[in-house]
């Protein structure tokens, strides 16, 4: 073979080995941009007006759909119940979901969806709407990678996101509602005044403590007693709501806290108090809502209070209160010295006093050793 046909066999060897090399080179591990390009459109957040969640049902239960709108400018549950949600709850789900990016594909198949929780078994549907207009829609399953497991409709993957909205999404339907009953600062208040079947209370501020209205007579008054049920009914805090086919007990004459107040927005608020709601538990609602909540027994005492909560303690014969009488009596203080006061002599036996003379004068014949052990004689 002359030069030129070796020259012509080599390259044809190169170009196959290019070639090969081409062919068999591994695929990169992750996946391409492409893949893992969010399956969403960019969301902005300030158009949403209608946020829709539906928690799957367990065991016996349905699934819990909980609807949200936002009318001038806040958010409201319309859905199961309806009320202002807690301050931020809605927002917040709307912040994380408009930093969400997709980071990776978890899962490519169905047969997948149970070990992401992403099934319909348990996965939280969210969709998230202007007007008519879908903006979001998506599946939202475990936790994963700091981040969570997310799918959308019509598609089969389950996509690594970068946002943690698995809880979030899995809260309870009260968890999302403001539940203060009330929340006012003591030095906004002017009065306020129990109505209930043992008589009517009413009290003025002055300053940092209360005096009984005209009209209100409260013997051996305890205004420390009145500013700690005033702080109650000033910081009341719901821990439920009430179903609206609840038997509440509400009526005209329940038992009621009427609280004024000055400066901007001033104005009587007034607090009925309803029939138990469960074993430790009552209803109460502000007159001009329909809002029902569910508060705990030391909460619905302060609201039904009777006139010994507004006054000291009784005293007993000894001149003290019965608080103070029930204390246990602590352990006599041992006196300086030692038992029987200064000199330590008071109250020993004569025996005793006997040997201890004795002792002391084997020490002074022995000089500063030699002294017999306690009780010893010489």
């Known amino acids: 073979m002359n030069q030129k046909g070796i020259m012509i066999a080599l390259g044809t060897l190169v170009v196959l080995g290019a070639a090969t090399a081409v062919a068999y080179k591994p695929r990169a591990a992750t996946d391409s941009a492409e893949e893992v390009r969010d399956p969403w459109q960019r969301l ?16 016996g239960t349905q699934a819990t759909t909980m609807e949200f709108e936002k009318r001038d400018g806040a958010w409201r549950m319309t859905a199961p119940g309806s009320g202002p949600t807690e301050p931020n709850a809605v927002q917040e789900l709307l912040d994380n979901l408009s930093r969400m990016h997709v980071t990776s594909v978890a899962a490519r198949r169905a047969a997948s969806y149970t070990d992401f929780e992403i099934d319909d078994a348990h996965a939280v549907r969210v969709t998230l709407k202007n007007g ?16 969570t497991a997310v799918r959308v409709p019509n598609r089969p993957e389950v996509w690594r996101a970068d946002q943690s909205i698995h809880f979030m999404v899995n809260r309870a339907p009260r968890d999302w509602r403001d539940r203060d009953i009330t929340h006012l600062e003591r030095a906004r208040v002017r009065s306020v005044e129990w109505r209930n079947s043992h008589g009517t209370f009413r009290f003025e501020r002055n300053g940092e403590s209360w005096s009984a209205a005209a009209g209100t007579t409260v013997p051996n008054l305890d205004t420390a007693r009145v500013g700690s049920l005033v702080d109650s009914v000033l910081n009341l805090r719901a821990s439920d709501f009430a179903e609206a086919s609840a038997q509440t007990g ?32 009552s209803h ?18 302060s609201l039904n209070p009777q006139l010994s909560n507004f006054q000291a303690p009784p005293v007993t014969d000894a001149g003290t209160s019965d608080a ?15 038992p029987g006061g200064p000199g330590g002599a008071q109250g020993l036996s004569p025996d005793a006093m006997e040997q201890i003379r004795r002792a002391m004068e084997q020490m002074q014949r022995n000089g500063a050793g030699g002294a017999p052990p306690p009780g010893a004689h010489p």
Do not use: F, Q
Request: aromatic share 2%; glycine share 16%.
């Open 132 to 147: 008519g207009s879908s903006l979001m829609d998506l599946y939202v399953g475990a936790s994963v990678d700091n981040g």
């Open 44 to 59: 902005d957040k300030d158009r949403v007006d209608h946020v829709t969640v539906v928690r799957p049902g367990t065991t």
């Open 250 to 281: 509400l009526t005209d004459t329940s038992p009621s806290v009427a609280i004024t107040t000055d400066g901007d927005g001033g104005g009587t608020i007034t607090l009925k108090l309803g029939g138990p709601a469960g074993e430790n538990e």
């Open 284 to 301: 109460v609602r502000r007159d001009g809502s329909d809002i029902v909540y569910i508060i705990g027994r030391t909460m619905a005492d």
């Open 324 to 338: 103070a009488a029930a204390a246990p009596t602590p352990p006599p203080t041992p006196p300086p010295g030692g």
